[in-house]
């Protein structure tokens, strides 16, 4: 035999296309100084566990009773859980014929999906209907299968915002499909212009491309805005007289930290506008058990709930969901938990309240210490992180800088984010893997890094910030 | 348009053995759910636009992708239960019997108590700090919890990790398959799944770059495969597995479909084998395999080895043998066979499908294309911790002398025999049915018996436009209430039937099973009978 079977050049070309920057080049650089024994502060992905954020109580202890249900036989297991958790596990346990060890309902498990119904209805006033709600393992494998069903061919376009969280480019790439670019406006503090939507989408269609979907990540990645009702009554205006179905991935949505724009889901704004709009426009909207306070990154559970989809092609993202099998049944059982958490009156709820509170606050406070320290900064301008769980200042970086990048053969904010990395151990994602305008570069890092080591890691960001500044500007600070 | 090569009529002519082709399943016996609102398949709208998510606008890959295990029947099962929930008596039946899927744990099976102590430790390591936990959990659960927690940065098991899985965890399993096969095996081979299915779906959008690719499967096969090649655009280039020698794998086989389908224009790129087989059970014999080995480092095909129920196998005259070992054991090594080797925690003793557990072991790539399976495995950031955790402890099981090995040992081998009895139990079943024919399982968790349908019934399925096999099973189920899946769902030669069912009812369930599907089946034959 001569040739590899599989070699580079035999490979599918929409793999090679793909880019993830979020475990990239800086990422791979830091596990690799990591290994040389370096001290890494990786702030590249939002995974807040392997930041110092705790697990929350309850739903740990619920699960790991469901994991285990001969615990539940056992007199002393009072000893070690509490009376409500054990209740909570036993109702769980009831849900799943077969316990966690079974392949669930290719949906999920009907007694989840229904909590989860109840959860959006409240949360939004209006009904939602179990059968279109469908968990996920994850809600990157979710958005994964939506976009795998809209995407026929290279001609069919995708609205993106630019920057944008690169699982949406990755999964367009591989699908084959293109994408459509819509650039948020960092002056407006990443605000929404539907001007430029209409801009895009025509001159997509110029270059031939049939426009399909919308995607809105809100509140944003790695932006951070939070969309007014008004930007989303717009934006659904948008899409019925565009024929694009709007993606709605709002993983962030427990993450705000200010009160003039909390969170309004997609699917509330659409069912106010009333009829016609409200039983035209399609909607699938996307929510996980990785961000929010919960954090819990690991477990891979999420769940899209489809609006006006016709029945039948339910039926067919039915079908492609049962070649899976099942969702993991331990992540639908922290997903029932989170939409469903302990109440006023239960014996662990204030245990409960208090370890959320706690988070939610302190991410507040952080997001604000890193955008001021940011701001703080020679060169960099940050806007605020209204929500999620990121920030993305800009760095100006001087054009020697630029030149140097260019002789090392890097793009700029890659080589900045290097230096970073080797100078401080900071490790961040470039701006260019979220997508900028051209010639203006940012990073993305984290606000997870503990309350209590932040101010050392501003002043350390900001002493190599200034130091580079002054080395590439040739003045003096 | 489905993408299986067909034979072409030269080939007809020039062999001397009847050219099978690959079932094509009448559009009613494939999966459609039946929908519960009135067929209109687009929303009311005032544009004569299609909406952008409708039948007609979607993905035709969607479409024309199949997968039976969780098809129709099952649906019509689901309804049937809904029934009797609500009036006991409404069918000549008490349940629903579901003996489609390869699920033990819905079915009664026990998980392993060892496995699932140190998940619930992995899952609230707070209480390894208790005094109450050693009363609760057995004392080498614990220390296994405090190793494998040790292994995780920060101890934060609900923390994304790695792309591939965590480390360690891949130390013990890349251990483990060194136990097993004799040969060393690298951590860095192994990609960590949810399930084995995810990384069944990523070797093929590798593999895949146009119809023109193909992937050889085995006919009858798992349908991930067919449904994952359709998913990708590909082609699926049966071959067919010899049901009058307990479904053997002949190389031949496997170079006439090869050659047939060069010769249309397809470039094969890979084989797909399963073993221990689905639906098929047979264990290959390890001068089979060689065979096998050989056949792929001559033709340039990667080996895609779907080695899920290695640990089902119910015969003394077989045994399993990894692909790996087998190709090590004939001074193979990377340069010689690209192989990727499929585990999950789904299948053998264990059973554990809901926790989506799984690896793949890739070797034989060069590191270009090592860097692209990374890539595409680090969009999805990382699999569950807690699938991570028990595919460790799949191929790191208690040892003699651990505390939990005895009660461990007694749970594996009484699911193990059990597995055997009902194999067994349900094989002779089959066999004493009228026109009825059934291979021995000699591993999985599959019968997969083979009906002579009568004239008479065929028509009647005809007429209800379903596939004959369709209709028996539709027929048996609202007869017994036992579930299981057509032939067509699986592949099988034109003109032949048969069904899926698995050995998975508890044991005192088989024999009421065994009286049902007996009386169904001569009550069938009397009525159709010529």
């Not at chain 1, 670019?181 to 001007?195: F, T």
Request: proline content about 6%; charged content about 20%; glycine content about 8%.
């Amino acid at each position: 035999m001569g040739m590899k079977a599989l070699d580079h050049e035999s490979l599918n070309e929409n793999v090679k296309k793909v880019q993830y920057a979020v475990r990239g080049e800086l990422y791979l650089r830091a596990s690799e100084l990591q290994k040389e024994g370096k001290k890494i502060i990786f702030t590249n992905v939002g995974n807040p566990h392997a930041l110092g954020q705790r697990p929350l109580t309850f739903p740990r202890q619920v699960v790991a009773l469901c994991q285990a249900p001969f615990l539940l036989d056992d007199p002393n297991v009072g000893l070690l859980f509490p009376a409500d958790a054990i209740a909570s596990a036993k109702r769980y346990l009831s849900m799943t014929p077969g316990g966690l060890g079974a392949y669930s309902d290719s949906r999920g498990l009907p007694g989840i999906r229904k909590e989860v119904a109840e959860f959006i209805e409240r949360r939004d006033g209006y009904s939602s209907d179990p059968e279109l709600i469908f968990l996920t393992d994850g809600a990157s494998k979710g958005v994964m299968q939506i976009l795998n069903c809209i995407i026929r061919g290279q001609g069919d376009g995708v609205l993106v915002p630019v920057p944008q969280y690169p699982l949406y480019s990755a999964t367009i790439s591989l699908c084959g499909g293109s994408l459509v670019p819509y650039y948020l406006d960092e002056s407006a503090n990443w605000g929404l212009d539907v001007n430029n939507l209409r801009e895009s989408v025509a001159q997509a269609r110029f270059n031939g491309i049939t426009v399909r979907a919308m995607v809105i990540i809100n509140p944003g990645n790695p932006t951070g805005q939070c969309l007014s009702e008004a930007n989303l009554r717009e934006i659904l205006n948008f899409c019925h007289q565009e024929n694009l179905v709007l993606l709605g991935d709002e993983v962030y949505q427990q993450n705000i930290y200010q009160d003039e724009r909390p969170f309004i889901s997609a699917r509330k704004v659409l069912m106010d506008m009333g009829q016609p709009i409200s039983k035209e426009v399609q909607l699938v909207s996307f929510h996980t058990v990785s961000k929010g306070y919960w954090g819990e990154c690991g477990q891979r559970g999420g769940y899209f709930e489809m609006t006006n989809i016709p029945p039948q092609t339910v039926d067919e993202i039915y079908k492609i969901s049962s070649i899976s099998l099942s969702p993991n049944v331990p992540a639908q059982i922290f997903m029932g938990l989170m939409v469903n958490p302990p109440k006023p009156g239960d014996i662990s709820y204030e245990q409960y309240v208090r370890e959320s509170k706690g988070i939610l606050e302190s991410l507040r406070r952080r997001a604000r210490i890193m955008t001021d320290g940011f701001n703080s900064c020679k060169n960099v301008v940050c806007n605020f992180t209204e929500g999620a769980m990121y920030s993305f200042p800009q760095i100006r970086l001087p054009p020697k800088a630029i030149e140097a990048a260019k002789d090392a053969g890097k793009v700029p904010d890659i080589f900045y984010c290097l230096k970073l990395l080797e100078a401080t151990g900071i490790s961040t994602v470039p701006g260019s893997g979220f997508g900028q305008k051209e010639g203006v570069f940012h990073l993305r890092t984290t606000i997870l890094p503990a309350e209590e080591d932040m101010p050392e890691i501003m002043s350390s960001f900001k002493k190599f910030n200034d130091e580079f500044m002054e080395q590439y500007e040739g003045v003096k600070m | 348009m489905r993408r299986f090569v067909i034979g072409s009529a030269r080939s007809l002519i020039e062999r001397s053995r009847q050219n099978y082709q690959f079932q094509r399943p009448l559009l009613s016996s494939s999966y459609r759910l039946l929908s519960s609102t009135p067929a209109v398949d687009s929303p009311s709208s005032s544009s004569t636009m299609s909406p952008p998510v409708a039948l007609n606008t979607i993905n035709p890959k969607v479409i024309e992708c199949e997968y039976a295990v969780r098809g129709e029947i099952v649906n019509l099962a689901q309804k049937l239960q809904e029934e009797i929930n609500t009036k006991p008596d409404a069918h000549p039946f008490e349940e629903i019997l579901y003996c489609n899927i390869g699920n033990p744990q819905s079915l009664g099976q026990h998980p392993i108590t060892f496995f699932r102590e140190v998940l619930a430790l992995c899952d609230h390591p707070t209480i390894l700090d208790k005094s109450e936990t050693q009363g609760l959990f057995s004392a080498d659960s614990i220390e296994r919890a405090w190793k494998i927690l040790d292994q995780i940065p920060g101890r934060a098991t609900g923390a994304y990790s790695h792309s591939q899985g965590i480390k360690g965890l891949r130390d013990t399993i890349a251990a483990g398959i060194e136990a097993r096969d004799g040969f060393p095996a690298d951590p860095n081979d192994i990609f960590l799944t949810d399930g084995a299915s995810p990384a069944v779906h990523m070797m093929m959008q590798l593999l895949i770059r146009s119809e023109k690719d193909g992937i050889l499967c085995p006919i009858p096969q798992y349908p991930l495969y067919s449904a994952s090649i359709a998913l990708h655009g590909g082609t699926l280039v049966p071959y067919y597995l010899d049901e009058a020698t307990g479904w053997g794998l002949e190389v031949s086989e496997l170079k006439k479909q090869l050659e047939t389908s060069r010769s249309m224009g397809i470039t094969v790129r890979a084989l797909v084998v399963i073993n221990p087989g689905n639906p098929t059970g047979q264990v290959l014999a390890e001068e089979n395999q060689k065979a096998i080995v050989e056949f792929c480092k001559q033709e340039g095909l990667v080996l895609l080895a779907d080695e899920v129920y290695q640990e089902n196998v119910y015969v003394p005259e077989k045994k399993f043998h990894s692909f790996k070992k087998v190709s090590r054991s004939m001074g193979y090594g990377e340069k010689d066979l690209s192989l990727v080797s499929f585990q999950s925690v789904s299948k053998g003793y264990y059973g554990e499908c809901g926790k989506r557990g799984g690896y793949m072991e890739v070797t034989g790539f060069g590191a270009d294309v090592r860097e692209q399976i990374y890539k595409v495995a680090s969009v999805n950031l990382c699999s569950n911790i807690s699938g991570q955790i028990l595919a460790s402890l799949v191929m790191s099981p208690p040892k003699v002398g651990d505390e939990s090995y005895e009660s461990y040992g007694a749970e594996r081998d009484g699911i193990l025999s059990s597995l055997a009895r009902r194999a067994k139990t349900l094989e002779d079943a089959f066999n004493k049915l009228e026109g009825v024919t059934c291979n021995k399982a000699e591993g999985a968790m599959y019968l997969f018996p083979r009906i002579d349908l009568p004239e008479k019934a065929i028509k009647a399925a005809e007429a209800e436009k379903k596939a004959p096999d369709a209709y028996y099973c539709q027929r048996l189920l609202t007869a017994t209430g036992i579930v299981v899946v057509p032939g067509s769902g699986f592949g099988q030669v034109p003109g032949t039937w048969h069904f899926r069912c698995t050995i998975l009812p508890q044991e005192e369930k088989i024999p009421a099973i065994v009286t049902r599907l007996t009386d169904f089946h001569k009550s069938f034959m009397d009525e159709f009978r010529g």
